[in-house]
């Protein structure tokens, strides 16, 4: 069985002081949610705060009482499957969830179950997911605690009881979308993406209203494959930067990708939210798009008002995306001294292998290196904001041994930020793979559609 041991002891002393009696279950507004930064005694959120930091203010553990600090409790879950979320602290009551995004309610002091909820998602939806039927947390907001179901659906449930809100069908559950990430609440709407790009799914991020379930609106991140407008946000954007972008029919039968499967955060002096959209479907450019075209927006970072969905900004880490390179590992925002002056960032390490600072009003490039060996490209130019690739490591005619793999230098596993320290902590990765055109590839739907030999990955 799996078991969950408050991320073992070292936040024990974070539950110690997080167990002070508090208001009704749940209550969390844009007041507490903006101010979170310094809340010490709570972990509101996915990234503990709207700039998703996770950085904790707190002091007693150090490296003078971390020897001292032990388990506070544990708690068996059902599986012994994948365990990626984050729990919340909110008030004295952990909230978390596990595998077939389940959703469970303790008492942060003592352990003890308040109440638990199973969505009861169809096992043969299990197939659809790529990378196991994990789960990476909730969203808390007034009173109410939200989770993305695996099938599709998000749910809003009673903070106290764990009792059915609401629940909405979020995707076409006739095609292989998937839910893992998190929700986040901003400006009283639940934001919520999807997952399934290898199989073939178009992306998108969508905004419900949170005490309704009322969609308020959509933002897709790649074109519409029938050629014409959805009737959503992103369809002006669409049709002046990223229709023009990307060729041929390949991704029109898989929907091009770009889910929005993690990575949010939000600015609340500039109130835009930030989003992070994943690889193409399928990986290979040429196969997708005839090996031309940037393909907006896959593997960007994009900009977006929360009220509308308007979009401000793109910044795209990986034109033409061949390698299942996502940009949808976490973002950060913070206020940095760069050149004797303060400015408000975005920072995000994708699974490219370069760590990238943007300045979060405009989107302009400030920095971009490399946080681990890469072998694909030796760069970034500044001037244009690209990188600049290795030939051959697009794999056209003769396989490419590339560095990093497709799981990334960086995947789902949080980061974090310390303002004290003003050091980014990366739990990063080093593997190489082989890519190799698939010249036998045809589109299969429903099933893994990256167009390339995986075996290539035997390459020496």
């Not at 599709?152 to 009881?161: F, H, N, Q, S």
């Not at 290898?198 to 991020?205: A, D, F, N, S, T």
């Not at 005839?290 to 927006?297: E, Q, R, T, V, Y």
């Not at 913070?334 to 979060?360: C, H, S, W």
Request: net charge neutral.
């Amino acid at each position: 069985m799996g078991k969950f041991s408050i991320i073992g002891a070292l936040t024990a002393s974070l539950l110690l002081v997080a167990c002070h009696p508090g208001p009704k279950a749940g209550k969390v507004d844009a007041v507490r949610l903006t101010a979170a930064d310094s809340d010490g005694s709570n972990w509101m959120s996915y990234g503990r705060t709207y700039s998703e930091q996770r950085y904790s203010p707190l002091t007693q553990v150090n490296t003078d009482t971390v020897a001292k600090l032990g388990v506070a409790w544990s708690h068996e879950f059902d599986t012994d499957r994948g365990q990626e979320a984050t729990p919340l602290i909110v008030d004295g009551t952990l909230y978390t969830t596990t595998n077939w995004s389940k959703v469970y309610a303790f008492d942060a002091k003592t352990g003890a179950p308040k109440w638990s909820y199973d969505p009861k998602v169809d096992g043969k939806r299990g197939f659809s997911a790529c990378c196991d039927t994990v789960n990476r947390g909730v969203a808390v907001w007034n009173g109410m605690v939200y989770v993305g179901a695996l099938d599709g659906r998000l749910i809003a449930l009673d903070a106290e009881t764990g009792k059915v809100k609401w629940s909405v069908v979020t995707v076409d559950q006739s095609k292989p979308y998937t839910i893992t990430g998190a929700p986040r609440v901003i400006k009283g709407k639940v934001m919520i993406g999807n997952g399934g790009a290898e199989y073939g799914v178009r992306g998108y991020l969508s905004a419900y209203d949170a005490a309704t379930g009322k969609l308020d609106w959509r933002f897709y991140t790649t074109p519409n494959p029938e050629g014409k407008p959805d009737g959503a946000a992103s369809d002006k954007v669409l049709a002046e930067k990223a229709n023009g972008t990307w060729f041929g029919d390949g991704w029109k039968k898989t929907g091009g990708g770009g889910t929005v499967w993690d990575a949010m955060a939000y600015d609340p002096d500039l109130d835009i939210l930030y989003i992070g959209t994943g690889n193409g479907s399928p990986w290979n450019h040429m196969k997708r798009s005839n090996g031309k075209g940037d393909n907006l927006f896959l593997s960007s970072i994009v900009a977006l008002k929360p009220d509308t969905g308007e979009y401000v900004w793109h910044y795209q880490t990986t034109p033409g995306e061949s390698w299942d390179y996502t940009a949808v590992q976490h973002i950060m925002l913070a206020e940095m001294d760069i050149g004797g002056k303060t400015r408000k960032v975005v920072m995000q390490a994708p699974k490219n292998g370069f760590f990238y600072v943007l300045d979060r009003a405009t989107g302009e490039l400030i920095s971009a290196k490399n946080y681990i060996p890469i072998t694909w490209a030796t760069g970034v130019d500044m001037k244009t904001g690209r990188p600049i690739e290795v030939p051959g490591a697009r794999y056209e005619k003769n396989p490419a041994l590339a560095m990093p793999a497709p799981y990334g230098g960086h995947n789902w596993h949080p980061m974090a930020y310390s303002p004290k320290e003003n050091l980014v902590y990366i739990p990063a990765m080093s593997a190489p793979f082989g890519y190799k055109d698939d010249q036998a590839y045809v589109h299969q739907q429903g099933k893994w559609n990256v167009g390339i030999d995986t075996l290539a990955t035997a390459l020496p």
